[in-house]
């Protein structure tokens, strides 16, 4: 199953019209057309009923919405957890003041230990 045919039904579902997904999509209205036919064929089921108003789901439609939001949100998940691995990593040696070490510099540094996790930080201070 392509994921960009579960995305187009997911757009086609939340906005109720198949022009309105392509505009948001950046494709055509036949192509989006063609990758719901192409789903339902692989699914065996009409997904939405059309209406010169537009389109709503189907009940096998409203069921598969549920699944695809989940394959959507696994998917990602997926990626954010592999842009994890891109964030910085290594040492850090920084410099600072005993004043600002005592005020904000602490703030800093752990709300940099929390978003950048695979990063050592040094610290020396002087007066």
Request: overall charge negative.
């Amino acid at each position: 199953m392509n994921l960009k045919f579960l995305e187009t039904f997911i757009w086609v579902a939340k906005l109720h019209s198949f022009s309105l997904a392509a505009d948001k999509l950046h494709s055509t209205q036949a192509a989006i057309s063609s990758r719901i036919s192409v789903l339902e064929q692989e699914l065996g089921s009409k997904l939405f009923k059309r209406d010169p108003k537009g389109v709503t789901l189907t009940r096998a439609g409203e069921r598969v919405l549920q699944h695809a939001e989940q394959v959507s949100r696994s998917m990602a998940e997926l990626y954010a957890s592999l842009q994890d691995e891109n964030l910085a990593a290594g040492t850090i040696r920084i410099g600072a003041m005993d004043s600002a070490i005592h005020s904000w510099f602490v703030d800093f540094v752990a709300d940099a230990m929390h978003h950048y996790p695979n990063l050592d930080i040094e610290v020396t201070s002087d007066t």
